[in-house]
């Protein structure tokens, strides 16, 4: 199972969210055998074991939940809950106290960044379909929401400099193309889109410079080759 602890984790999510406890338990477990970061594995699994009169480690496991969100209010309220099962009842209070607290804040759970990968490429596609129906202003919230996740994913960033350069924000999308092209070495489609940004600026000297960077590192790719045809008599 090594390696496939995310095959695991999206399987134990199905299976508790559909009740099958003894399924969940079975991936989630393995899961905490590659990663020990999620909170909410370690509320969940707090749960299967409380269901199963296993206290002791529903106590264990919604600690640790606790530990890598201490806001995490539903881990706090469940915490609480076991511990009045075991006659715990001033532990009960306690959690049921930090459960109170922690409402009253913006709750954002702990997030692996697998997780926020995900959710950065849903928000990327639906600014995909934004921006194809050219509704810009929504397909720039959705790219900048999806970076706010996670700001290294540079293909994000190219699709929001691409919306800044229809828009004719040539300055920003130049900005954001050169900061993609710094986070990952040897991003050519970036560099190709910087090219044709500065064609479309009527800097074809600049855009050559890109264009023919991408074709040092690769002679055969498609867009450098193609773009790079534009300036042929200029």
């Keep these: 199972m090594t390696g496939q602890w995310h095959e695991n984790y999206e399987a134990g999510k199905k299976f508790f969210e559909e009740n099958n406890y003894a399924e969940a338990l079975v991936h989630l477990e393995i899961v905490l055998r590659e990663k020990d970061g999620f909170a909410d594995v370690y509320n969940m ?16 496991a919604l600690r640790r939940s606790l530990e890598l969100n201490p806001r995490y209010t539903e881990a706090s309220l469940n915490l609480s809950v076991v511990y009045n099962e075991m006659g715990e009842y001033e532990k009960a209070q306690e959690a049921y106290a930090l459960a109170k607290l922690s409402s009253g804040h ?20 639906i600014g995909n379909i934004y921006k194809d129906l050219g509704r810009y202003d929504e397909a720039m919230s959705e790219y900048k929401m999806a970076l706010s996740l996670r700001p290294d994913f540079v293909d ?24 993609a092209i710094d986070l990952k070495e040897n991003f050519l489609d970036g560099r190709v889109q910087l090219g044709l940004t500065y064609y479309t600026m009527d800097e074809h000297l600049k855009a050559k410079e890109e264009w023919q960077a991408v074709l040092t590192k690769d002679p055969s790719h498609k867009l450098a080759n193609m773009y790079i045809n534009l300036l042929k008599g200029k």
Excluded at 45 to 60: K, M, Q, T
């Design 156 to 179: 994000i960033k190219m699709n929001l400099a691409v919306v800044y350069r229809d828009l004719k924000d040539y300055a920003r999308a130049i900005n954001i193309l050169k900061e």
């Design 45 to 60: 699994l707090g749960i299967i074991y409380y269901n199963a009169n296993r206290n002791e480690e529903a106590v264990r």
């Design 106 to 125: 913006d709750e954002s759970t702990y997030l692996d960044p697998y997780v926020k990968g995900r959710l950065a490429n849903m928000h990327a596609d």
